[in-house]
């Protein structure tokens, strides 16, 4: 809100500066004072409109480069759980062609196991 002088007239009565001075007709200069306020308030409006545009697009490049970095955290961990895998399955590979008999026992197990299980 802005300040504004007043300055007193011969009669004694005060007056804003800047604002419409009274001119006999007072609906006119109502009419006067309410045009102007619908104009400030319209230049408010516009003001608050433009910041609003601005806070908006600083929140999509920021929502913009957290979704990138998610995307770059999330293919790091992809690879390394492909890397992982690839491992255990070299692993179980080679379990499996040093002790073929032990391994088949084990899988005949787990498989009874489960149709025990899967019957309930």
Same mark, same amino acid.
């Given at each position: 809100?802005?300040? !504004? &002088?007043? &300055?007193?007239?011969?009669?004694?009565?005060? !007056?804003? #500066?800047?604002?419409? #001075? &009274?001119?006999?007709? $007072?609906?006119?200069? *109502?009419? #006067?004072? *309410?045009?102007?306020?619908?104009?400030?308030?319209?230049?408010?409006?516009?003001?608050?409109?433009?910041?609003? +545009? =601005? =806070?908006?697009?600083? =929140?999509? !490049?920021?929502a913009s480069a957290k979704a990138g970095e998610m995307r770059t955290a999330s293919r790091e961990i992809l690879d390394d +759980?492909? #890397?992982? +895998?690839? !491992? $255990?399955?070299?692993? $179980?590979?080679?379990?499996?062609?040093?002790?073929? =008999?032990?391994?088949? &026992? *084990?899988?005949?197990? *787990?498989?009874? $196991?489960?149709?025990?299980?899967?019957?309930?």
């Amino acid at each position: 809100m802005s300040k !504004t &002088a007043t &300055a007193t007239t011969k009669n004694g009565s005060s !007056t804003a #500066k800047g604002s419409p #001075k &009274a001119t006999g007709d $007072l609906g006119g200069d *109502i009419d #006067k004072q *309410i045009n102007r306020i619908r104009s400030e308030i319209r230049s408010l409006a516009d003001t608050v409109s433009e910041a609003g +545009l =601005v =806070v908006a697009d600083d =929140v999509k !490049t920021q929502a913009s480069a957290k979704a990138g970095e998610m995307r770059t955290a999330s293919r790091e961990i992809l690879d390394d +759980l492909n #890397k992982q +895998l690839s !491992t $255990l399955e070299q692993q $179980l590979a080679g379990h499996v062609r040093r002790k073929p =008999v032990s391994s088949l &026992a *084990i899988a005949a197990g *787990i498989g009874f $196991l489960f149709a025990f299980l899967s019957r309930r």
